[in-house]
């Protein structure tokens, strides 16, 4: 089979799998840094595969509504049931490009054992982030995750690994971030910082020790610099583009506020 009908397959399949993004990329995209400090070369996908050509990423949203609630345990299920399809439907890929000749593997949506574990070392062995970058699906932001444009940041990602040569998509060049800082002002642990990358680099221990704290009450992760963040067509969707409903004291959006107590008063601390 040609790379080109490879590739139809590959995006039929993930149609039928109700995986709304997906996007390829020659590995040797991660050879040709695009900013500083870049993807050390220990974490590119040939020194971890030595048998890759191409990477496959999927993405598949939160929904807007639900990340509204967080941090919740609305939120917090939903994450499980999004973080288990896509490590599901990166293994149905991978087996499938396997059985077409074209030897391939998944790799984990996370990759690490537990929050403890990032608190000494905030970092998995593969990032998503930047996979799903150099294969067209969005741009970085200031709170560090990949913004996308049907659903902002509000979107996870995982990678598929493979021998198969690929037509690659174009890495998006636009800034899709509009630095309105209110992911920023958002983080109660005041982990992102408001200058450009690499200085305002996330804190990751003080994000990872927040996400401890909240997943002994059930209610991890924290969600709040992806809920506020205006970027995405997920919001005209859900009739949610009033960025206003994040400020405090506006009566037009009390229904939201009561929405997200009575979610939060059950089912966790
Ligand atoms: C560790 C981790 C965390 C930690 C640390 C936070 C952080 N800022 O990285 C905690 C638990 C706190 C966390 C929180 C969140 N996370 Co998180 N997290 C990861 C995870 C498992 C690994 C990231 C990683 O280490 N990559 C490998 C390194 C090499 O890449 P990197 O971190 O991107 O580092 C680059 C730069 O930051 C810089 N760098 C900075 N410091 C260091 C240190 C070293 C040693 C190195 C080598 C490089 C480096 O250089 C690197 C290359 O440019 C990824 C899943 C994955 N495997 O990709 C999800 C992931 C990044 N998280 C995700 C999300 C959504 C979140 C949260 C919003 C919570 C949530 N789930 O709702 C918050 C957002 C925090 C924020 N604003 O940054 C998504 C992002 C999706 C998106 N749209 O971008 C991912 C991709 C999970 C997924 N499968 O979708 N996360």
């Known amino acids: 089979?040609?790379?080109?009908?490879?590739?139809?397959?590959?995006?039929?399949?993930?149609?039928?799998?109700?995986?709304p993004l997906v996007g390829c990329t020659p590995v040797e995209r991660w050879d040709q840094p695009l900013f500083e400090p870049w993807v050390p070369e220990e974490f590119r996908?040939?020194?971890?595969?030595?048998?890759?050509?191409s990477a496959i990423v999927i993405g598949m949203p939160v929904s807007l509504p639900v990340v509204d609630t967080a941090p919740s345990i609305w939120y917090y299920e939903l994450y499980r049931t999004v973080n288990a399809l896509l490590d599901q439907n990166a293994y149905r890929i991978a087996s499938f490009l396997t059985g077409q000749g074209f030897p391939s593997v998944a790799v984990p949506r996370d990759g690490y054992g537990s929050i403890a574990i990032l608190r000494e070392k905030p970092v998995a062995f593969f990032s998503h982030r930047h996979a799903a970058y150099l294969a067209g699906l969005g741009t970085f932001g200031i709170n560090n995750t990949l913004l996308t444009?049907?659903?902002?940041?509000?979107?996870?990602?995982?990678?598929?690994?493979?021998?198969?040569?690929?037509?690659?998509?174009?890495?998006?060049?636009?800034?899709?971030?509009?630095?309105c800082m209110?992911?920023?002002d958002s983080c109660p642990v005041h982990a992102i910082g408001r200058e450009d990358y690499p200085a305002g680099l996330t804190d990751k221990k003080a994000c990872a020790t927040r996400s401890e704290a909240l997943s002994k009450r059930f209610i991890s992760p924290c969600g709040i610099c992806i809920k506020v963040?205006?970027?995405?067509d997920d919001r005209a969707v859900y009739l949610r583009e009033d960025k206003g409903m994040y400020d405090e004291g506006d009566d037009r959006f009390a229904p939201y506020t009561h929405a997200a107590k009575h979610v939060r008063a059950y089912g966790s601390r």
């Open 149 to 179: 444009p049907a659903y902002g940041p509000r979107v996870r990602f995982a990678t598929i690994f493979t021998a198969a040569d690929l037509p690659p998509d174009p890495v998006i060049s636009e800034p899709l971030c509009i630095r």
């Open 229 to 232: 963040c205006p970027v995405g």
């Open 182 to 184: 209110r992911c920023v």
């Open 1 to 19: 089979m040609s790379g080109t009908s490879l590739k139809q397959e590959i995006v039929r399949k993930c149609a039928e799998l109700d995986i």
């Open 45 to 53: 996908p040939r020194a971890i595969y030595p048998e890759a050509k």
